[in-house]
């Protein structure tokens, strides 16, 4: 799916749909080099990247098993791929994890249309 509404607010609905939630280790998160950089060295630029629109990236979720064999493909196809996390039994909004592994509490998922 995309993430034109921002990732954690659409990983959310993704995990939602599907019964699960997820963990994402944000550091993993791939981010263009301008916005890596306000994002250490400012507070609160990292929850507006992850919860804000307009990036138009795709998620998606694959099986562990069959990780490897799509991103061979993807790299065929000329599609950069990043693993950012994992998905986890249960219902919860999935979590977002820092570099130390503290939760970052996010105030809002998403952009909001309305």
Known sequence: MDVSDGLAGDLAKLCAVSGVSAIVNAPTIPFSGGLAM????YYGVLEL???????YEILCTIPEN????????????????SSIGIIIAGTQVPR????QGAEIVLPRLSYSHF
């Open 66 to 81: 069959r990780f490897e064999s799509f991103v061979h493909a993807a790299t065929l196809a000329g599609v950069p791929v």
């Open 96 to 99: 977002f994890i820092d570099g």
């Open 49 to 55: 990247a992850v919860s804000g629109g307009d990036d």
């Open 38 to 41: 306000l994002i250490d060295q």
